[in-house]
């Protein structure tokens, strides 16, 4: 199984900060990873994709980068509904695997 | 393309869980897609249970292979979960997603959309 790390486990920032998170894999996926957003009893919504294709729809404040083994999730301008936990999830072979999340509070 | 999941929100110790997703405003059988089954202990994170694709092939997650079965319905427009022998720890929020086929060989893909998801509780 390919093993998802993300750091930090929780940010807190205010609003106009910009945040970074990590993400980690245990070996290398190239350039198949998404991010997520989950809220508070929500669904998981899809934010970037291929490392670093912004979803249709999501705000240009979040960016993507990276390939291999690491990965960062950029929020820049950071806004008050950007409160959330953050999901990595590598997009390659089963088992599909999610790092453990980072909660950002604002 | 929307997801909805329906089922039980209360299974007894050592049954079996059972689940269904309705999938609406597009066919299950067309393009390339891995139906999903996802859950979420809570306060905890998103564990992949298993897929479904081609019309009925499966992959399962190896922690819970001898206990899971997703099959579809195509005349539904529906999939579905089944987990035997649950216990306490099974009890989560169980969500259905379709993983988008990238187009890539030895990819799956990513998740959108999903459904609301459903809590499942395991209790007597």
């Known amino acids: 199984d390919i093993q998802m790390t993300q750091s930090p486990s929780s940010v807190s920032a205010s609003v106009g900060d910009t945040v970074t998170i990590t993400c980690r894999a245990s070996?290398?996926?190239?350039?198949?990873l998404a991010w997520y957003q989950q809220k508070p009893g929500k669904a998981p919504k899809l934010l970037i994709y291929?490392?670093?294709s912004l979803q249709s729809g999501v705000p240009s404040r979040f960016s993507g980068s990276g390939s291999g083994t690491d990965f960062t999730l950029t929020i820049s301008t950071l806004q008050p509904e950007d409160f959330g936990i953050y999901y990595c999830?590598?997009?390659?072979?089963?088992?599909?695997?999610f790092g453990g999340g980072t909660k950002v509070e604002i | 393309v929307l997801l909805q999941e329906s089922g039980p929100g209360l299974v007894q110790p050592s049954q079996t869980l059972s689940l269904t997703c309705s999938v609406s405003g597009g066919s299950i059988g067309s393009g390339i897609n891995y139906w999903t089954w996802i859950r979420q202990p809570a306060g905890k994170g998103l564990e992949w249970i298993g897929h479904?694709?081609?019309?009925?092939?499966?992959n399962y997650s190896p922690s819970l292979k001898s206990r899971v079965t997703i099959s579809v319905d195509t005349s539904k427009n529906q999939f579905s979960l089944k987990l035997s022998s649950v216990t306490a720890a099974d009890t989560a929020v169980y969500y259905c997603?379709?993983?988008?086929?990238?187009?890539?060989?030895?990819?799956?893909?990513?998740?959108?959309?999903w459904g609301q998801g459903t809590l499942v509780t395991v209790s007597s």
């Open positions: 997603a379709r993983a988008q086929y990238p187009g890539v060989r030895g990819v799956i893909g990513w998740f959108d959309p």
């Open positions: 479904t694709y081609n019309s009925g092939s499966t």
């Open positions: 070996q290398g996926i190239s350039s198949w």
């Open positions: 291929a490392a670093s």
């Open positions: 999830q590598q997009a390659t072979s089963s088992p599909l695997t």
